[in-house]
């Protein structure tokens, strides 16, 4: 999975971020909250600074980009 060259590094850790915590999800129930804290975690630290950012990680199966439209 190779990112973008349009993209920054911020956006490609979060794809790759999104991607492990689906996989981590994947692995079972413990795992699974273990992810669902980790995405929650990484939303709270993006929030204010980078709001599209945090909006990935509301929800994994959203669309990849929320604030493109």
């Given at each position: 999975m190779a990112a973008s060259e349009?993209?920054?590094?911020?956006a490609a850790l979060n794809r790759l971020l999104?991607?492990?915590l689906l996989a981590?999800?994947?692995?079972?129930?413990?795992?699974?909250r273990?992810?669902?804290?980790?995405?929650?975690?990484?939303?709270?630290a993006l929030r204010r600074g980078h709001?599209?950012?945090?909006?990935r990680f509301t929800g994994a199966d959203a669309p990849p980009d929320p604030c493109s439209t």
């Open positions: 349009s993209d920054g590094p911020l999104v991607h492990a981590l999800a994947d692995a079972g129930d413990e795992r699974r273990l992810a669902c804290t980790l995405a929650a975690s990484a939303w709270f709001c599209c950012d945090a909006e």
